[in-house]
Structure formats: structure tokens, C-alpha cells
């Protein structure tokens, strides 16, 4: 459907923060539900925030409500996963995806990466003393 190119991944100690954003060069994320999902080593991958195309319902895990916020920039064509507070569990490869031909309220959506037609290729996110 559409290529995504993640950043902002790295290494980072507990307590700090991360920004990663998803771009889709030569395209637009317009009318596309996003998500930001992640797998650790060993690990299933689960959804981690995903937010609706026009933008009035975001979704976030137990496991990084209050920590994380996704938003998007129309301007910049850009959505981005703010990831503050980080933990070690926290470390995995995050990725992108973006679809717009399965409607499906948000958060069924984050919960079925099957659904999402394209894909980022992923970025690193170590936190780690």
C-alpha cells in the first residue's frame, strides 16, 4: 500500500526517552489508521499505540499507557511515538505499519497486526544501564 521508513531508535538508559517517527516518502499517511508495534527477541509481536485516520482515537497497552503518546504531523506527513519513562522491557524492534482497507475500531485493530498492509522495516530501541 504505501512505504514507511522508521528513525529515532537507539540505546538509552532506564528512565529516558525516545522519539521514533514514521515517514512515507513520496506518499501520504492522510486516511490511514497507524500503528507502532514491537517484538523482542523470542517474542510475539504485539501492538504497542496505533491511532485512527482521523485522528480522534488513539489506543495504547497496559504496558506503556501513560508513558508512551503517539501523535501525527500532517504537515510534516510524519507520525510519531513519544516513548518517555523507558524500561528495560521496553527493548525491542519497533515497527510501523499503516493500513486503510480494514475498518476495525482502533483497538481491535492494534491487536491484529495480520491487518495492517504495510510495514516499516523496523528500528532498534535498547534501554539498558
Known amino acids: 500500500q504505501v512505504q514507511l521508513v522508521e528513525s529515532g531508535g537507539g540505546l538509552v538508559q532506564p528512565g529516558g526517552s525516545l522519539r521514533l517517527s514514521c515517514a512515507a516518502p513520496?506518499?501520504?499517511?492522510?486516511?490511514?489508521?497507524i500503528g507502532w508495534f514491537r517484538q523482542a527477541p523470542g517474542k510475539e509481536r504485539e501492538g504497542v499505540s496505533c491511532?485512527?485516520?482521523?485522528?480522534?482515537?488513539?489506543y495504547y497497552a497496559d504496558s506503556v499507557k501513560g508513558r508512551f503518546t503517539i501523535s501525527r504531523d500532517n504537515a510534516k506527513n510524519t507520525v510519531t511515538l513519544q516513548m518517555n519513562s523507558l524500561k528495560p522491557e521496553d527493548t525491542a524492534v519497533y515497527y510501523c505499519a499503516a493500513d486503510h482497507l480494514f475498518e476495525a475500531p482502533v483497538q481491535a485493530k492494534c491487536n491484529m497486526p495480520a491487518s495492517f498492509g504495510s510495514w516499516g522495516q523496523g528500528t532498534q530501541v535498547t534501554v539498558s544501564s
Open positions: 491511532i485512527s485516520s482521523d485522528d480522534r482515537s488513539t
Open positions: 513520496g506518499a501520504t499517511l492522510d486516511y490511514y489508521v
